[in-house]
């Protein structure tokens, strides 16, 4: 609205991030999607959007959440901060607006989905178009109304121009925050609103675990983080070297009770492997696995659990009986009692898997029985 004093902190991120995704099937789906598919076809089926109560997101991406939940952490307050989407940014964004904070998965469209789905459907990726046109707008709010703020980015997909200065010009971006940044978010924040000069990439530091705050507010798609990191060595993958690491089993409650308080029926739990959950290293910890999903299950409101990613290794070192009871927790309704998990196999040639670095992720199965050990293990998951 005109004349708006606007808010301190606007953190926001692209349509596709902020959408009312009902399951994270629904999320997949729209963020496969390139230029060939039609905007109607986007506008009106696939990107739905959330209810936006008292001007602030009822969604949002889950790290952006967190960022939220560090800031207010570390001296901001509710008012200091808007969390918005694309169609609400007037309403957030005004004389007093000296950090915007920008969320992408796909700023420059390298993602590994990203550059398949361009190569065999042709166009550009929705979710890179989404973002430049969601830092346009931003742009036009800031010159008319604060000429004075700033623009960082940050998210999964901030590698993507960290070491590529012509695209964050040609973005107009002036900072990018690389990796988890809860243990020094506020502090950049204080600096930028503050008006300190720093350089164009700033290193994110996370916080151990045990002190990564819940979410401040409710994830699109029902997110909830339980581990972070992977560690497998696949040369292909940001996460190669970066040991995988698990939230307390508290901290995940409390973000799966805040997306319930939003009216959310259904999370999806984020782990590179959440067959892993609890472990050191690939040693899995069935029991780990179990009692999370046990105390899941107490949550009356919660209909539906996803899992985004199981390595085909961690289903191979789960007993049947074990297999069996995290698929009844998954999915305790029959008939019919089906659970959704994506599972890693990443190609049924061991020879070009280990040759890509991922011996630790085939778990000593030696390269030509790869394919025949993946083979097995999917019967087993059946």
Not at 76 to 96: M, Q, R, S
Not at 122 to 128: D, K, V
Not at 215 to 233: D, F, K, L, N, P
Not at 245 to 254: D, K, S
Request: glycine residues 12%; aromatic residues 4%.
């Amino acid at each position: 609205m005109p004349g708006t004093p606007g808010t301190r902190v606007v953190l926001t991120a692209d349509r596709g991030l902020m959408a009312a995704y009902s399951v994270l099937l629904d999320g997949m789906v729209a963020s496969s999607q390139t230029t060939t598919t039609p905007w109607p076809v986007m506008d009106r089926l696939l990107l739905p959007r959330a209810a936006h109560p008292e001007g602030r997101a009822l969604f949002a991406p889950a790290g952006l959440r967190r960022v939220q939940a560090a800031l207010l952490a570390g001296g901001f307050t509710d008012a200091d901060v808007a969390v918005v989407d694309d169609a609400h940014l007037h309403t957030a964004i005004g004389p007093d607006t000296r950090v915007i904070g920008v969320s992408t998965g796909e700023p420059a469209g390298l993602g590994m989905s990203s550059t398949t789905m361009t190569a065999v459907a042709g166009g550009r990726i929705y979710p890179q178009v989404l973002l430049e046109q969601l830092l346009r707008r931003i742009h036009r709010l800031r010159d008319e109304r604060a000429p004075g703020a700033r623009i960082i980015l940050g998210g999964p997909g901030a590698w993507q121009v960290a070491s590529d200065e012509p695209t964050r010009r040609r973005l107009r971006i002036d900072h990018v925050v690389t990796g988890y940044a809860e243990a020094n978010a506020a502090e950049i924040f204080v600096q930028l609103a503050e008006g300190v000069a720093l350089p164009p990439v700033i290193a994110g530091l996370g916080a151990p675990t045990e002190a990564v705050p819940p979410m401040a507010g409710a994830a699109a798609m029902g997110s909830v983080e339980v581990s972070r990191g992977c560690g497998m060595g696949c040369s292909f993958c940001t996460l190669s070297t970066v040991p995988m690491v698990h939230l307390p089993i508290e901290t995940v409650l409390a973000d799966v009770r805040t997306n319930l308080s939003a009216g959310l029926q259904a999370v999806a739990l984020l782990s590179e492997d959440i067959l892993r959950y609890g472990a050191r290293g690939p040693h899995v910890q069935p029991a780990c696995v179990i009692e999370l999903l046990r105390r899941l299950r107490e949550y009356d409101g919660l209909r539906f659990i996803q899992a985004d990613h199981a390595g085909i290794h961690s289903v191979g070192s789960f007993s049947d009986a074990e297999l069996a009871e995290v698929a009844a927790l998954l999915a305790p309704d029959a008939p019919p009692r089906s659970a959704w998990v994506n599972v890693g196999v990443e190609t049924a040639s061991g020879r070009l898997l280990h040759a890509a670095g991922c011996g630790p992720k085939m778990g000593g199965t030696p390269p030509d029985r790869w394919g025949e050990y993946c083979g097995t293990q999917l019967e087993r998951l059946g």
